[in-house]
């Protein structure tokens, strides 16, 4: 079992900075890939940002590439996501979630059914 909790939301006015922070427990950290999710009110959860067990590759979703940026830091089992240039369209609650599986595949990474373990979420209100 693998716990996961997140940190660091709060209300930040638009072209702000967040980061976010999302510490495991349970196994062994870097076993596992980790991304995260976000969830407007009203709309479906979305990809966000992964990076890989392995090689630590980083994968970002459209939106937010080029102003969000995930890390891992293995010792701490912690993942962060840092966000530049908010913008009241990021407003969401954010997920950070565990994969235990393999894919030769970034794009895999991207889905919900990639990931056996989810956090409580953290809220992010970016104001205009």
């Known amino acids: 079992q693998v716990q996961l909790v997140e940190s660091g939301g709060g209300l930040v006015q638009a072209g702000g900075s967040l980061r976010l922070s999302c510490a495991a427990s349970g196994r062994t950290f870097s076993w596992y890939s980790m991304g995260w999710f976000r969830q407007a009110p009203g709309k479906e959860r979305e990809f966000v940002a992964a990076i890989r067990r392995s090689e630590g590759s980083t994968i970002y979703a459209d939106s937010v590439k080029g102003r969000f940026t995930i890390s891992r830091d293995n010792a701490k089992s912690t993942v962060y996501l840092q966000m530049n240039s908010l913008k009241p369209e990021d407003t969401a609650d954010y997920f950070c979630?565990?994969?235990?599986?393999?894919?030769?595949?970034?794009?895999?990474?991207?889905?919900?059914?990639?990931?056996?373990?989810w956090g409580q979420g953290t809220q992010v209100t970016v104001s205009s």
């Open positions: 979630a565990a994969s235990f599986s393999y894919s030769t595949g970034n794009y895999y990474y991207t889905g919900l059914s990639a990931y056996h373990y």
